[in-house]
Nanobody, 111 residues
Framework: QVRLVESGGGLVQPGGSLRLSCVASGIIFRLSGLGWYRQVPGKQRELVATISSTGITNYADSVKGRFTISRDNAKSTVYLQMNSLKSEDTAAYYC?????WGQGTRVTVSS
């Protein structure tokens, strides 16, 4: 059974930083590609960033230069470091792997 558990969301002021974590189980983590999506109510889910099993990363244009995705195979964890946060980054953030989704963690950027 695949399980993806996100954490690290919260309330942060514009310009601030947060680091999201996603712990995976039920997959061969070191062989798995992973990604972060986000969704605002009433809008489609948006791909934020992906990281391949070999560490190749891709980012949405809206977060390039501000967000960094990384992975720790020893901990079966994928991270999303979010810097210079903007109000438009407010969303529920989801960890994804192989068509499996976590429950999401909410990020609110507001003063």
């Amino acid at each position: 059974q695949v399980r993806l558990v996100e954490s690290g969301g919260g309330l942060v002021q514009p310009g601030g930083s947060l680091r999201l974590s996603c712990v995976a189980s039920g997959i061969i983590f070191r062989l798995s590609g992973l990604g972060w999506y986000r969704q605002v109510p009433g809008k489609q889910r948006e791909l934020v960033a992906t990281i391949s099993s070999t560490g190749i990363t891709n980012y949405a244009d809206s977060v390039k230069g501000r967000f960094t995705i990384s992975r720790d195979n020893a901990k079966s964890t994928v991270y999303l470091q979010m810097n210079s946060l903007k109000s438009e980054d407010t969303a529920a953030y989801y960890c994804v792997s192989g068509g499996n989704w976590g429950q999401g963690t909410r990020v609110t950027v507001s003063s």
